[in-house]
């Protein structure tokens, strides 16, 4: 059993960055592919971001493709996103999550484990 703990989120204004970080523990953290959705008040969750196991390959949504970065330093069993010029609308809770196989479509499709989110607030 894998356990995901997100911390780094907060209230920031438009056009500012932050930094969210992902702590893994219980399992072998490079059998993972890592990702982070987000949600928004009255939306669906949808996929940011993701990494493959290896840090080798990564996935953007086009909304955020060029603001945003994933990567994972799996010496610290940690996944981070950086995001910058933050808009209102990417005001959400943020869930780090980790798919079984270390490929991309494994968190992308059906990851395996949730952390338990983390509010970010974007102020015009």
């Known amino acids: 059993q894998v356990q995901l703990v997100e911390s780094g989120g907060g209230l920031v204004q438009a056009g500012g960055s932050l930094r969210l970080s992902c702590a893994a523990s219980?399992?072998?953290?490079?059998?993972?592919?890592m990702g982070w959705f987000r949600q928004a008040s009255g939306k669906e969750r949808e996929v940011v971001a993701a990494i493959s196991w290896s840090g080798g390959s990564t996935y953007y949504a086009d909304s955020v493709k060029g603001r945003f970065t994933i990567s994972r330093d799996n010496a610290k069993n940690t996944v981070y996103l950086e995001p910058d010029s933050l808009k209102p609308e990417d005001t959400a809770v943020y869930y780090c999550?980790?798919?079984?196989?270390?490929?991309?479509?494994?968190?992308?499709?059906?990851?395996?484990?949730w952390g338990q989110g983390t509010q970010v607030t974007v102020s015009s």
């Open positions: 999550a980790a798919g079984v196989g270390g490929l991309l479509v494994a968190v992308t499709t059906t990851p395996h484990y």
């Open positions: 219980g399992g072998t953290f490079t059998d993972y592919a």
